[in-house]
């Protein structure tokens, strides 16, 4: 069985930084590119960034170039989202997405002072 687990969301002042992660379980996850998008109530779900199944390639929405940073580690089946200067926009539920496709359940990031 599929399974996409993210953590490490939170409550963090603009400026602050988060690391969120992602626990894939159920398939080859060194076979799979993986990506994280964000969705704000009402508004629709957006890409945010991915990463090649090697790691080796790296894709980011305008809004966090600079800002955030995907990568991986296959021994741990694990994909992360190390998040910089963070700003009351970004907050949002975040999602771990593999091109299965198959999505997890989200993470709740929330900027605000």
């Known amino acids: 069985q599929v399974q996409l687990v993210e953590s490490g969301g939170g409550l963090v002042q603009p400026g602050g930084s988060l690391r969120l992660s992602c626990a894939a379980s159920?398939?080859?996850?060194?076979?799979?590119?993986m990506s994280w998008y964000r969705q704000v109530p009402g508004k629709e779900r957006e890409f945010v960034a991915r990463?090649?199944?090697?790691?080796?390639?790296?894709t980011y929405t305008n809004s966090v170039k600079g800002r955030f940073s995907i990568s991986r580690d296959n021994a741990k089946n694990t994909v992360y989202l190390q998040m910089n200067s963070l700003k009351p926009e970004d907050t949002a539920v975040y999602y771990c997405?593999?091109?299965?496709?198959?999505w997890g359940k989200g993470t709740l990031v929330t900027v605000s002072s």
């Open positions: 990463i090649s199944s090697t790691g080796t390639t790296t």
């Open positions: 997405y593999t091109s299965m496709p198959y």
């Open positions: 159920g398939f080859t996850f060194s076979d799979y590119a």
